[in-house]
């Protein structure tokens, strides 16, 4: 669990700069009458970092494993696990907002979850090339 909270301080980084340009948006977004909704943004800002610790959690325990097989199933299986969650999570955005979802908050929410991928992603390599890992 240690090694989960040392390996996050990178995704609660990226959560706390979302965050604070989200609220910086939502300003903007009301002066300037942007068709986002940035209360979408910042649920899928919280959404996704809960995925991200649970994933990243998830391929720490298969990195200890000694089978190799296991980090590779615990990689796979948080991708689809996050991935799955993800068309959920919109599906059921798009579902309960009866049409008048925001599309816009929908695709920018996407480049969310690649950036929280991508530091993931970063934070297992990093964690692959030490020693002790």
Sequence with gaps: M???????????????????VLIFLKEYVK???I???????QGANVILYI??????????????NANPNVFVRSVMGSMMIKM?????????????????????????????????LAVEVYAVMKLNNQKNA
């Design 2 to 20: 240690t090694k989960l909270f040392k390996h996050s301080s990178l995704l609660f980084s990226v959560f706390i700069i979302i965050g604070v």
């Design 31 to 33: 002066r300037n009458n």
């Design 35 to 41: 068709n986002i909704d940035v209360v979408v943004l």
């Design 51 to 64: 995925l991200s610790l649970i994933t990243l959690n998830l391929q720490i325990k298969g990195m200890k």
């Design 84 to 116: 799955f969650i993800v068309v959920g999570v919109v599906f059921a955005y798009v579902a309960f907002s009866g049409g008048h979802y925001n599309k816009r908050g929908v695709f920018i929410s996407l480049f969310f979850y690649l950036i929280y």
